[in-house]
């Protein structure tokens, strides 16, 4: 019987799959695409991912230490950094780099199988999936479900699945450009209220598009690629929309027994952004962790999985719930307000104390969205833009002051 079986390779599903067969252990990863990594995203990692997981130098587009904000009216605001804080990423190599790193180590991959069953006993776990030839069943100690938005292998594991209720829709297409200089992000209600839309260049005079919302598209990413041609943002689009679901909520619980839920599959992804590459390697790491444990200790059951649902609470819950609280604030502004706050977190002071301050992180926007309630100038004018605020940003601030992870 093998000791592992982890369904999906992503970057949570790779990480978990390395770390797993380096301490020794059998493991299996189905996917039931052919090409690993192959899935929609922008592949913009912080500063923290990068030095944490590295990307090889092959892989990384470019470096990003600035980046353009454009208000619903149309006025572009630059936010400057000393150092990167950002890089663009060739996603599929990246994600594909800790996937043949675990084949080197013995872990096997069986692309081009979807897995349609799990079904846990006392003494194993049975998982299977469809091939060409017909179905296969395997028989593993454990299972990491690392399947990305939205999957019913959830439920079959006893594993929590409600996050998936609150998710984004992203949407996004490749454009080709007369070269773009920094990564530019678009506010406002004409390309859908509470969505926000991007432009990041990646290279070769191209660039990927796209826009994030909480609502159903209804056209709004028709809007937001037709308001960028007519602005000369771009010349042509090069590829056919695509969209994916973000979950924004924790779908806990993320262990059973002999299961866990990684990455976005157990709702782990920065609510603000959308952002979830960072927090896929995080869980596969801390899950790959405590499954080790237990497999050294012959004992696969929930009560012996649950630290791993401790630590990356730790390390996440904070940030997600700050996230989620500053997600509903925006969402819930109008243009004008959102153009109202956005002057005045870019006059000078408040931008180099909120945005640009030391410390501050792409990776961590829990710090950012604390320092902008707390701020004595800034804080005043988001208390003042809605009555519903005083109540959330004292929920914010009720949190105190967060030091950078
Ligand atoms: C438009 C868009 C842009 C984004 N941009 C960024 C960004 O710039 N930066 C960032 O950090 N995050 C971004 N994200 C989010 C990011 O892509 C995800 O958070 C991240 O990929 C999650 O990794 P994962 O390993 O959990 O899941 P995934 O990367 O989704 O991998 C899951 C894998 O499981 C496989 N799978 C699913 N079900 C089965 C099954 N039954 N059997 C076999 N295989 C299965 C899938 O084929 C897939 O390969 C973006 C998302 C979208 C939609």
């Given amino acids: 019987m093998l000791d592992v079986i982890i369904i999906g390779a992503g970057p949570a599903g790779n990480l978990a799959a390395l ?8 493991v299996e990863v189905y996917d039931w695409r052919t090409k690993i990594g192959d899935k929609l995203c922008t592949g913009i990692i912080g500063h923290s991912c990068f030095k944490e997981f590295p ?11 600035s980046a353009n904000i454009v208000s619903p009216s149309g006025k572009t605001y630059l936010i400057n950094h000393r150092n990167p804080q950002a890089y663009v990423i060739n996603r599929i190599s990246y994600v594909k780099s800790f996937a043949d790193k675990a084949i080197q180590l013995g872990a096997i991959y069986r692309l081009n199988e979807k897995v349609i069953s799990i079904d846990i006993s006392d003494s194993k776990v049975s998982v299977i999936s469809e091939t060409k030839a017909g179905n296969h069943t395997a028989n593993c100690k454990a299972v990491i479900i690392a399947t990305g938005f939205g999957s019913p292998l959830l439920k079959m594991a006893g594993l929590g699945n409600g996050g998936h209720k609150n998710f984004l829709t992203g949407c996004q297409t490749t454009v080709s450009t007369d070269g773009l200089s920094r990564p530019t992000v678009f506010l406002g209600s004409n390309i859908g209220r ?8 990646t290279q070769n005079n191209e660039a990927l598009l ?9 056209g709004d990413m028709d809007n937001l690629t037709k ?16 969209k994916w679901g973000i979950p924004v909520k924790p779908s806990t619980p993320t262990y059973s027994q002999r299961a866990l839920s990684i990455g976005d599959a157990a709702g782990l992804t920065k609510p603000t952004t959308g952002g979830g590459i960072y927090y896929s390697l995080l869980s596969g790491q ?19 999985l649950k630290p791993y649902e401790s630590e990356w609470k730790k390390i996440l819950n904070n940030e997600i719930k700050l996230g989620n609280i ?11 307000q959102i ?3 956005i002057s005045k977190l870019m006059t000078d002071d408040v931008r180099k104390d909120v945005l640009e301050a030391t410390g501050v992180s792409f990776d961590w926007h829990g710090r950012i969205i604390n320092s902008a309630f707390m701020h004595s100038v800034f804080g005043k004018y988001l208390s003042l833009v809605t009555p519903e605020l005083e109540e959330k940003s004292a929920d914010i601030k009720s949190k105190g002051p967060i030091e950078v992870a």
């Fill in 19 to 26: 770390n797993i067969a380096k301490a020794g252990f059998s």
């Fill in 55 to 65: 990307p090889a130098e092959n892989d990384i587009y470019r470096s990003s230490s």
């Fill in 194 to 201: 509470g969505s926000f839309g991007w432009l990041v260049p």
């Fill in 210 to 218: 796209g826009l994030a919302t909480s609502r159903k598209l209804n």
């Fill in 227 to 242: 308001l960028l041609k007519s602005k000369g943002y771009y010349n042509k689009i090069e590829s056919p929309q695509r």
């Fill in 286 to 304: 801390l899950a790959a962790k405590t499954l080790i444990q237990a497999l050294n200790q012959g004992d696969l059951s929930s009560k012996q």
């Fill in 326 to 336: 500053a997600r509903g604030i925006f969402e819930s502004l109008r243009d004008s």
């Fill in 339 to 341: 153009d109202f706050l």
